[in-house]
């Protein structure tokens, strides 16, 4: 295929990022396309420190239409990288509807971090773990990773925007994305996972549970960078090799890349957390195309990997939340 995904938005300093994220819409490139996820940051340097704003925005094709799920973060800190104020866009989304409480999210997130530095060393503190979110997580270590990238250069404004589109390729699922750097980086990736349908297996809760001789094939700008074949038996055997397969593909596009070795490469929808995410949707809208009930029950069985509530969104009764989340008040 000639054409790749879109950019979501483009670089553009003198407007506000969270409006225009919020705003934009996608087209899908393919015909047979099954989701797309769309990520980036924006970094503006000030007098006195910086102002970032981080998302992600996941288009999912249900009958036609586009379930859409978003989550913008803008924070602001000093210089030496102390978190003043921090704020989650209210026109947070999240995959598991009403359950992913808005109010609840933002609240954990100035609790846990305002007035802590925003460094690399401080990694525990953006777990979901902590935040009680998966898309949290993955925003805050993508614009972390991006800023660090970025410290020694003299620009003023700094911007990376990714997307990664997902779709059926006959009996191929295919994942191809794009990136643009505003320091002039471009990159572009392709994942390929033969006959999609018949090589991976769910569990009744809905989680990951074997890769019978699946076969993937990964590239960069089309040349081959890492092909394997994953033949699991238990669920955390798929998630592992799963996971494993995705960071050896990004350690090998960072090296094609020439990134320094001394930042985590959080930011792009290769990054095994982010990646597994979108994977799993598309899996599921390919299966379950007319039921996004059925593709929540995938994503769920991932965020209940150990079959525990990870995040606000994936608790099933009122006990769990009482266990794992005290603080929620249902506001």
Known sequence: MNRVPALLIKNNPLTKTSQTVAQAGYVAMSDNYLASRSRGTDIKKSMDGYFITGWQKTFAGIQQMDAILQTII????????????IFLDPKFA????????????????????????FQLENFSKLQVSRLHCFHLPEILLSALSFLEMNKKTQLQHYFENETAEAYEDGRDLVTESVQEHSAGIRIEWMLRLSDYKNVIKFDKDGRL???????????????LLHSECL???SHLESYMSLYVFASKCLDLLKAKCNMDKSVPLYHNNLHPSTFIGLFIQAIGIGLYQNNYTYVQYLIKGLQRRNKKANCIGSVINQEEIGIYFPKFTGC
Do not use: P
């Open 94 to 117: 999240g995959s598991q509807g009403i359950k992913c409480n808005y109010h609840y999210l933002n609240n954990r997130i100035q609790e846990e971090l305002t007035g802590e530095n």
């Open 209 to 223: 549970l074997k890769f019978i001789d699946a076969k993937f094939v990964f590239t960069h700008w089309g040349q």
């Open 74 to 85: 803008e924070l602001e800190m000093d210089f030496k990288c102390k978190i003043r104020w």
């Open 231 to 233: 033949n699991t038996g």
